[in-house]
């Protein structure tokens, strides 16, 4: 079996692989547990679903919740009557360490996603993203961590532009078909390099 060197420490993202020379070790998902919810298509629905999980327990997340996410998805139709919206916007909140969710509360409710925004300055191996692109959701993200390794669309690799990230929703919203493909698509690389049984996991943790 191919097992990675013994080193005090490994890079998470190929980011870091190729800056640092450290041995390649990301992080993976259980797609047993996140996986698309049955008979049912993301983006099936007249309004697109978008998911965001974190925690707004600091200053910094509060802000950044406020000023990106919340005018991203007002730009991109979430405003006035319901009935008319074209963004649904449901995120999972966490406000500190007892409101955690379990690994299949998080997944029954990526289930019902569309789209998962990823809006970090920074990440290692984002399992947050990995679980929402296990699930079929498309990921919105800036580039940070794993998800230029992930997003198989330069579109949707964003900045921290509510416009930017605006404009990336609404072309899911218009076209469903793209979203569709993207979904099936992101959650068989997830499915190939991520997953906790596939083979590549099996030659690295061996």
């Not at 420490?9 to 390649?24: C, E, F, I, S």
């Not at 984002?126 to 079929?136: D, R």
Request: proline share 4%.
């Amino acid at each position: 079996k191919e097992l990675l060197p013994k080193v005090p420490y490994h890079a998470t993202n190929l980011y870091l692989h190729k800056l640092t020379g450290a041995p390649y070790l990301a992080s993976g998902v259980d797609t047993n547990i996140f996986q698309p919810a049955t008979g049912r298509k993301k983006g099936e629905d007249r309004r697109l679903v978008v998911g965001w999980t974190g925690s707004l327990q600091y200053n910094a997340a509060v802000k950044l919740f406020l000023d990106r996410l919340v005018p991203a998805v007002r730009l991109a139709g979430a405003d006035g009557w319901l009935s008319k919206a074209k963004i649904c916007f449901r995120p999972l909140v966490v406000w500190d360490c007892k409101d955690a969710r379990s690994p299949v509360e998080v997944a029954e409710y990526l289930k019902d996603i569309d789209v998962y925004l990823c809006t970090s300055a920074s990440e290692g191996c984002s399992l947050s993203v990995l679980e929402a692109a296990a699930t079929g959701c498309v990921v919105v993200s800036t580039t940070c961590g794993n998800a230029p390794e992930l997003v198989q669309d330069e579109r949707f690799l964003t900045d921290w532009s509510p416009k930017r990230i605006a404009d990336a929703l609404t072309l899911l919203y218009e076209d469903r078909a793209l979203l569709q493909a993207l979904s099936e698509k992101t959650r068989q690389i997830v499915s190939e390099r991520w997953a906790w049984n596939a083979d590549i996991k099996a030659r690295s943790w061996a």
